[in-house]
């Protein structure tokens, strides 16, 4: 019932729209006409799905795509991670909204829409290698291991490389190697790769220092990866403008890495804008580590049965917000950070601290969920102040100062 009535819902507000869009998508169109000359476009010279705006890819932008905008409308927190609410965020702000209908309008029954054409060479891989040919993707088509000079694997060299793994395994079979896949060019994509390493007794774990390792290799995404037995999964460091999402991480001693580079005797390069969404991390021993980041977004991960599930150092203007951390020991611990707000996280069965601050200044913590059966949900070290925030939720509280923050009945309830 319900859903049937959303769906009647959907169609009224399509009604309701379709008019208004459609007068000012026909407003525009006009004022250029009488600006402009006319050009007529064939439906075959579209090459990227009309525009965006046939969501459902069927090959026509039709009132179908009207009532897929319209299941989304309003939704926020669109980005790579969630397939921009599954398609809905035409214009990628972030929000589905009035202003992606009134983009399927202007391409309302356009025919013949079909997938984008790739202006890259394709070049098949089968075996460890340097990447030295920009604007290329290199698709792997069959299991590798022994990385190269027993060191590396994939080495990037050049801009604009995109590496499609297409499900194959690249496999460490050495006592030691450094990395498995590694850039410091930008515009690095690294998707659909199994990332894996033989034990070794010196680390404990894999004898890989890293499956994937990015050094100021700014623009860049790593999505749809699988990463297990490695000492670090996925290393970040000094990197700008880059997506980590949709990846599987297992059993690394740090799944995911975020750091600074620095010159010898120069400045220190943050790690910046980047987003971390999406993500499995489980049985790592710290799922993320993170330090000297700023203005990022780290949403909507899993992070299950490590030691640390965030080790957060040094960080400003970020935001943390709807991730599940269960079973770790310590769910949340940072140190150093400043202007940040963590919301609506989930951190339960923490076997000895849920959230842990040390020295942070000014941070906004709203809406988390901080429940364990033992140990201390929220606990203060050092001075801690400025932080603000409701609606969480939590039970023991310890060396917090309770006259200003969290004051129970205000900033949190009982769980």
């Known amino acids: 019932m319900k859903s049937t009535m959303k769906v009647i819902l959907s169609v009224f507000l399509v009604a309701a729209l379709l008019l208004s869009v459609t007068a000012l998508s026909t407003a525009k169109s006009s004022k250029k006409t009488a600006s402009t000359t006319s050009v007529a476009i064939s439906a075959t010279s579209v090459d990227n799905w009309c525009n965006n705006t046939d969501i459902n890819h069927d090959g026509t932008v039709s009132i179908a795509d009207y009532i897929e905008v319209s299941s989304h409308f309003n939704e926020v927190g669109c980005s790579i991670g969630n397939d921009w609410c599954s398609n809905t965020d035409i214009n990628h702000d972030g929000t589905t909204s009035i202003s992606d209908f009134i983009d399927v309008s202007a391409n309302f029954n356009k025919v013949g829409c079909q997938a984008p054409v790739s202006s890259q060479s394709i070049v098949p891989i089968s075996s460890c290698m340097r990447l030295e040919q920009s604007n290329t993707k290199y698709v792997l088509t069959s299991d590798v291991s022994q990385p190269l000079d027993g060191e590396y694997c994939l080495i990037v060299d050049v801009h604009d490389v995109e590496i499609d793994c297409q499900g194959h395994s690249i496999v460490n079979d050495l006592p030691h190697a450094y990395d498995l896949i590694t850039s410091g060019s930008p515009h690095t994509v690294i998707r659909n790769c199994k990332l894996s390493s033989v034990n070794d007794i010196e680390y404990g774990v894999g004898g890989t220092h ?119 020991r310590y769910g949340i611990v940072t140190q150093g950070s400043s202007y940040n707000t963590f919301s609506d996280n989930n951190i339960t069965n923490s076997w000895i601290r849920g959230f842990q601050v040390a020295r942070v200044v000014n941070n906004v913590v709203s809406n988390n969920k901080i429940c364990s059966p033992t140990g201390d949900d929220y606990i203060c070290f050092f001075s801690s102040l400025g932080t603000s925030g409701t609606g969480n939720k939590m039970t023991t509280v310890t060396l917090c100062s309770t006259e200003s923050w969290p004051v129970l009945g205000i900033n949190y309830n009982l769980c």
């Open 210 to 328: 890293r499956a994937i390792s990015l050094y100021g290799a700014d623009n860049s995404i790593v999505i749809n990866n699988t990463i297990f037995n490695n000492v670090e999964g996925i290393q970040v460091m000094g990197t700008s403008n880059t997506i980590i999402a949709k990846n599987v991480l297992l059993n690394n001693s740090q799944a995911i890495s975020i750091s600074y580079t620095e010159e010898e005797g120069g400045p220190v390069y943050p790690a910046n804008n980047l987003t971390v969404v999406n993500n499995l991390l489980n049985l790592d021993w710290i799922g993320l580590s993170v330090t000297n980041l700023t203005n990022s977004t780290i949403s909507n991960n899993v992070i299950n049965n490590g030691a640390v599930g965030m080790s957060i150092n040094d960080i400003s203007y970020n935001t943390i917000k709807s991730n599940s951390l269960n079973n770790d």
